[in-house]
């Protein structure tokens, strides 16, 4: 599992601008099971997805992503291996 870390690198208004677009991606994202969960940071400074695959296979999908072809976020990756769920979230599990 990674973790993609948005940071924002422009104005909040310009971040909505493109917001319809990034949405759009996510949710072909979640139909084709390569996104697990997806969210803005509180407060508004970025984003944190949850992506399934290889590290390599999540950074080559998160350089689509229209934030980061607009240049209006940068992403970090953070491979992590689950190890403890909550019950329900077995899935999850590396």
Do not use: C
């Amino acid at each position: 599992m990674i973790l993609v870390l948005l940071s924002y690198k422009v104005p909040l208004d310009q971040v909505d601008a493109v917001r319809p677009d990034h949405v759009d991606f996510l949710k072909q994202a979640l139909a084709d099971g390569r996104l697990l969960a997806a969210g803005r940071q509180n407060p508004p400074t970025g984003g944190v997805l949850i992506a399934r695959g290889t590290l390599a296979e999540v950074q080559a999908w998160a350089m689509n992503d229209p934030y980061v072809v607009r240049g209006i976020a940068d992403p970090q990756f953070v491979e992590m291996t689950t190890s403890l769920v909550a019950p329900g979230l077995e899935a999850l599990q590396s």
